[in-house]
């Protein structure tokens, strides 16, 4: 399940027949990786509380929705920014119950091992927002797959200051 994940995050591509929302492009350089495009028609959609907070400050992630069809969500969360028009994943944080902290995203930089747990949407995750992010706005984003390999990449909007 782990290269599941892996994909999400880098942007393999999925076998996902859900509308994606906009920005398309694969613009902003080096800066992070490209992010997948969020899924506007999934059964459910992510929270994050609190929507503003300080960098290096702790949110937690939830869904609302029909959360029936036994989907699964990996401990993996990335933190997104639009840059020149197209969303990049800057930076990956698993669940801080795991103990990581924020990985910086680039194609420089190595990528992170995720472990390979599926947790039920419904099992909330607690994340430290990166605290060398700029303030801003950011969206914070999380994959998820059904039993018919169904992937879906979820996003909700936060503010670091």
Do not use: H
């Amino acid at each position: 399940m782990a290269a599941l994940w892996i994909c999400g995050i880098v942007g393999c591509g999925s076998d996902s027949d859900a509308t994606t929302s906009q920005p398309s492009q694969n613009t902003g350089g080096d800066i992070g990786l490209p992010a997948p495009e969020a899924t506007e028609d999934a059964p459910f959609q992510l929270t994050v509380t609190p929507e503003t907070t300080e960098a290096g400050a702790a949110v937690t992630l939830s869904v609302v929705g029909d959360l029936s069809g036994d989907w699964l969500g990996g401990p993996d969360v990335t933190f997104d920014r639009n840059i020149e028009g197209a969303w990049r994943s800057m930076w990956m944080v698993i669940d801080s119950s795991a103990g990581d902290l924020p990985f910086e995203l680039g194609a420089d930089k190595p990528t992170p091992t995720i472990p390979a747990l599926g947790l039920a949407p419904d099992t909330p995750l607690s994340v430290a927002t990166p605290d060398s992010a700029d303030a801003g706005t950011y969206r914070v984003c999380r994959g998820f797959i059904d039993p018919k390999l169904r992937s879906i990449y979820l996003c909700a909007p936060v503010t670091l200051t």
